[in-house]
């Protein structure tokens, strides 16, 4: 998946409000709704809210995604 269809996607799940799962590059799954995405060249992250918890954020370099799923 190219970047800039995982980044298109993402800012659709944050703009919807909707789950994704992101499987990186080590084969690791995370699941989350996307609360930030910086695509700033030096930052390129993403910041998932986890299923369930609103209250913690993480951070995944974009870069290190290599498939993006919107979740029902």
């Known amino acids: 998946m190219s970047t800039q269809a995982v980044i298109d996607l993402l800012t659709f799940a944050q703009a919807d409000l909707r789950a994704v ?8 799954e995370v699941t989350g709704t996307p609360s930030t995405i910086d695509t700033d060249p030096g930052a390129s992250e993403v910041f998932l809210h986890p299923a369930g918890d609103d209250v913690t954020e993480i ?10 799923e919107l979740l029902d």
């Open 21 to 28: 799962r992101l499987t990186l590059r080590d084969g690791t």
């Open 59 to 68: 951070a995944i370099s974009i870069t290190e995604i290599a498939k993006a």
